[in-house]
């Protein structure tokens, strides 16, 4: 793997961050894009394609306002890179804020994302990576 899968994957944040779907659309590999959820959400089903997953993430926005996503580290899997972020939201009709750490593991070709897998620890995502601590 490349430096340049690292860029990937944080361009795809910036996009998701700043709501540029176009930008989203031009990362993700139009035919094969997998979304696998974490396994704690309740909506475990994994989103194909580039439509099911927008629309995803457009309910999401819906259901908490503010959404953001930061990177506190990226690792190298030399196949894979594995993503530690911090979620955080308001909570809908307050002022108040939530907040979720999740590992994402995004697997690309040809500077394509191929597919995302949430994880709720990092030693998950790097076992599922093919690394382990």
């Not at 930008?23 to 894009?33: C, I, K, Q, S």
């Not at 994302?113 to 620890?121: C, F, H, I, N, S």
């Given at each position: 793997m490349s430096q340049g899968n690292v860029?990937?994957?944080?361009?795809?944040y910036a996009a998701f961050n700043d709501r540029r779907l176009d930008t989203l659309a031009a990362l993700l590999?139009?035919?094969?894009?997998?979304?696998?959820?974490?396994?704690?959400?309740?909506?475990?089903?994994?989103?194909?394609?580039?439509?099911?997953?927008?629309a995803f993430l457009e309910a999401?926005?819906?259901a908490l306002p503010g959404l953001h996503t930061e990177i506190e580290e990226m690792i190298d899997t030399g196949s894979d890179v594995v993503a530690v972020v911090r979620h955080t939201?308001?909570?809908?009709?307050s002022d108040s804020e939530i907040e979720r750490q999740e590992v994402h593991v995004w697997?690309?070709?040809?500077?394509?994302?191929?597919?995302?897998?949430?994880?709720t620890t990092r030693e998950e995502a790097l076992k599922a990576a093919g690394l382990s601590e």
């Amino acid at each position: 793997m490349s430096q340049g899968n690292v860029e990937v994957v944080r361009h795809v944040y910036a996009a998701f961050n700043d709501r540029r779907l176009d930008t989203l659309a031009a990362l993700l590999d139009p035919g094969e894009f997998r979304w696998h959820p974490n396994p704690e959400d309740p909506e475990r089903e994994p989103r194909k394609g580039y439509d099911e997953s927008v629309a995803f993430l457009e309910a999401q926005r819906k259901a908490l306002p503010g959404l953001h996503t930061e990177i506190e580290e990226m690792i190298d899997t030399g196949s894979d890179v594995v993503a530690v972020v911090r979620h955080t939201a308001r909570v809908p009709g307050s002022d108040s804020e939530i907040e979720r750490q999740e590992v994402h593991v995004w697997s690309l070709r040809d500077g394509k994302v191929q597919a995302l897998r949430e994880y709720t620890t990092r030693e998950e995502a790097l076992k599922a990576a093919g690394l382990s601590e």
